[in-house]
């Protein structure tokens, strides 16, 4: 059974855009075209007074709230020199309140709607943090080696240990608070504050919450002990 792929990606306003190709007439020679006329830039669009815009209403938009857009769509051939032609539905989206710049987006489903669109692209943002958190904390992409197997084992390998470290701090909910600075303040939780939280469980113990047997020990108070094991969870 054959598998369909949806893309959903941006497009650039001065993308060149062509309507489809005309039907092959009865004993036509050549070869049929790949493509028809050319369609006028989404800048063009954009700026054109006579462009009717339709207001759609945003549910989930960028920070989860709602969002009122004016959209204008259509359909177009999106063909480059040397690559088969594909057909696209192309989105153009400017913001009524003036907060983000005009923006173009093209979905290979000519039947997803407009929202539909929206919603799938919006939806790359948490998959974008994922692949950052990982590559700042666990360090994705940056490991030495130069096989390419060793590369294709740890990073899957260091994407499941993401997951594992998530699950994990969900579970100490109550002992996991987001951690801010004077100049960096932040309401919700981060990764950073789920990996310390679990560095800290793991850490703890044996050897941090029992005495060991040896007399000559120096006793560190247990406020900066506190404060140097949060360090390390966090710098580790």
Known sequence: MRQHVCFVTR????????????????????????????????????????TRWTKI?????YGGERHTLEIVTGTAICYH?????????????RDPSGVRDPQAFLCTDLDATPAQ?????????????????????LGVETQRQWSDLAILRTTPALLGLYS???IWANTMSGFIHPRAA?????????FSDAIAVVRRALWSPPNFSMSRKNRDMVEIPAALLQ??????????
């Open 182 to 190: 004077a100049w960096y303040t932040k309401s919700e939780l981060t």
């Open 117 to 137: 669109i929206l919603g799938w692209f919006v939806q790359r943002w948490s998959v974008e943090t994922t692949f950052q958190e990982v590559r700042d904390h």
């Open 11 to 50: 497009l650039r306003l001065d993308a060149n855009l062509f309507a489809p190709a005309p039907a092959r007439r009865s004993g036509q020679r050549g070869r049929q075209p790949k493509k028809g006329r050319q369609l006028p830039k989404l800048s063009k669009i954009l700026t054109n007074r006579t």
């Open 81 to 93: 020199s040397g690559l088969p032609p594909v057909p696209i539905r192309w989105l153009l989206v």
């Open 227 to 236: 404060r140097l094991t949060e360090t390390l969870c966090y710098a580790a």
């Open 57 to 61: 209403v945003m549910p989930e938009w």
């Open 164 to 166: 594992l470290i998530t």
